[in-house]
């Protein structure tokens, strides 16, 4: 009772790294916190209507984002007079960090998020805000270069904690098996069809497993197959060899008569279900409490299921590792397209191996094409997390000139500075390309002056030829033009918007069509004759 918030006063930023996550994290605090403490919950996804965003942001105490939907939204704050939003901000939880190492939203979170949280925080006049002392606390998969994010977040030695699989309720054991490319990923789907039945079969060990497919069409065509095989190799009174008796079979029958889905009945009798987003309310919940129950062995499901279902298995496998990404799941200026399971969808899927309550162990097995066996069993393992802001530099180097928090040179070196892009390109320089200009034994100076010229001056000189930022008689001072600000506030790319300005004051719709079919943006869109 004595709990008593300034609603909104004192801001808490959670970024999650998808909208599942971020979903889930909003609706148990909300509960949790809520009701009990009073404290506002709000968040930021594609999904909120961009209108209730103003209102929301003034008076939560918790906001809950992607990183992209936070940088996206606090790029407008300045035009829209909310820039004390940033003032109230006080602790920052960013969680699996490790989100840096992919392109694009890495970007978002290490620039659009922490880096500009940190520019407004040396902001003379926020001195005396909660923000001039902010808080970050960020939490990640297993990782070697734990100290380099450290160094990035201005963490003490005694704020590093590191724990190893010993704390891991079950003992995880990963496999990745590698199989012959095909021409596409629909044709390499099929292939993998081939051996999804021998590989559960060969490591569920008579216990529940869960195949993850790349689309919804993909959990109802596996599910067959894998019925269609277990009842080739069963005995006649079960009729599968996923079914050990004939209650679980009566009980698989009677779920059987209450299904809806088209062909879900018939894979139920044989101990395999499906379950995705297209299936009514009633058929997920039947088979998620048949799973449950452990009358149905396996379920065929989208990888979308290890981001809210809480359905533990003691063998997970992941049938393919592309999946086809659409508009609604992309970050601002990324392509849509089939594209590689990001780390934390592949860490989030095998997480789901392992039942504390019934096993010691849990065993996950990655299903992929040769060239990328390597990939997955490195992520496994933990690789490296290095920087994607060298590809976006001028993209949000444009973003903070609009928002005002560069305003001049020695900001702009100060920013880069404060980029874990600069924590790791000290360290690893031949991962960026600069291998060669990076000599060991450098000075301070020399080495400040060689990321000067390729990480600021470099992007500055770009915005400049295009018109997109001016500067003054001694190329000091830097500010956005109404390009610039176009540019950042659409999340164009770089070269798109060079595009458009050369376009001139009167473009031909052949030269409008030329630039939107040239546009990065819209690379992965095709046309059918």
């Not at 407004?120 to 939490?139: D, G, L, N, Q, Y």
């Not at 790349?214 to 190799?233: P, V």
């Not at 496998?317 to 969808?345: L, M, N, W």
Request: glycine share 8%.
């Amino acid at each position: 009772q004595s709990f008593q918030p300034t609603q909104g006063g004192h801001k808490i930023i959670y970024i999650g790294p998808i909208k599942a996550l971020v979903q889930e994290r909003h609706n148990d605090w909300q509960t949790r916190y809520g009701s009990r403490l009073g404290l506002h919950c709000v968040q930021l996804t594609g999904d909120v209507d961009d209108d209730q965003l103003d209102d929301d942001l003034e008076t939560a105490d918790v906001i809950c984002s992607t990183p992209e939907k936070f940088d996206q939204v606090t790029r407008k704050v300045k035009e829209k007079g909310k820039m004390a939003f940033f003032a109230q901000l006080g602790l920052i939880l960013l969680d699996e960090v490790h989100l840096l190492n992919e392109a694009g939203r890495g970007s978002s979170l290490e620039a659009g998020c922490v880096g500009r949280i940190k520019a407004v925080a040396t902001i003379p006049e926020m001195a005396k805000a909660h923000i001039a002392s902010v808080r970050f606390v960020a939490v990640s998969a297993t990782i070697p270069n734990i100290r380099d994010l450290a160094t990035w977040l201005n963490v003490p030695a005694t704020g590093i904690k590191q724990y190893g699989d010993e704390l891991r309720p079950c003992k995880l054991t990963t496999h990745v098996k590698g199989y012959n490319p095909a021409k596409n990923d629909f044709l390499f789907e099929r292939r993998l069809n081939d051996h999804v039945y021998g590989i559960v079969t060969g490591y569920c060990n008579g216990r529940p497993g869960l195949v993850f497919c790349n689309s919804r069409k993909g959990t109802m065509d596996t599910a067959a197959i894998l019925a269609k095989e277990a009842a080739a190799h069963s005995n006649a009174s079960t009729r599968s060899v996923f079914v050990k008796s004939a209650q679980q079979l009566q009980r698989l029958q009677a779920a059987s008569s209450q299904a809806k889905a088209k062909g879900l009945g018939a894979v139920l009798v044989a101990g395999v279900g499906f379950h995705n987003a297209a299936m009514e309310p009633e058929d997920r919940e039947l088979v998620e409490s048949l799973f449950k129950a452990n009358d149905l062995p396996v379920l065929c499901t989208t990888s979308t299921l290890a981001m809210g279902v809480n359905l533990p298995a003691h063998l997970v496998v992941i049938k393919g590792t592309t999946r086809y990404v659409g508009d609604s799941e992309t970050a601002p200026g990324e392509t849509t397209g089939y594209k590689e399971y990001t780390q934390t969808e592949v860490l989030q899927m095998v997480g789901r191996a392992g039942r504390p309550q019934f096993d010691n162990e849990g065993v996950a097995v990655i299903m992929t094409s040769k060239d990328n066996t390597h990939r997955y069993q490195r992520m496994m393992t933990g690789q490296p997390v290095e920087s994607c802001l060298m590809a976006n530099l001028a993209e949000h180097l444009n973003a903070e000139l609009v928002l005002g928090t560069i305003q001049d040179v020695p900001m702009a070196i100060q920013w880069i500075k404060s980029s874990f892009l600069y924590t790791r390109v000290r360290t690893n320089p031949s991962h960026y390309g600069l291998a060669h200009k990076l000599k060991p034994g450098m000075s301070q100076a020399e080495l400040d002056g060689v990321l000067k010229s390729q990480l600021i001056m470099q992007p500055v000189s770009q915005l400049l030829e295009y018109g997109l930022a001016t500067t003054d008689e001694d190329s000091y001072s830097l500010a956005a033009t109404k390009a610039g600000k176009l540019m950042a506030n659409h999340f164009l790319k770089l070269r798109t918007m060079a595009s458009i300005v050369k376009l001139g004051q009167q473009p031909n719709m052949p030269s409008l069509l030329r630039v939107i079919c040239g546009a990065e943006e819209f690379r992965n869109a095709s046309l059918r004759r």
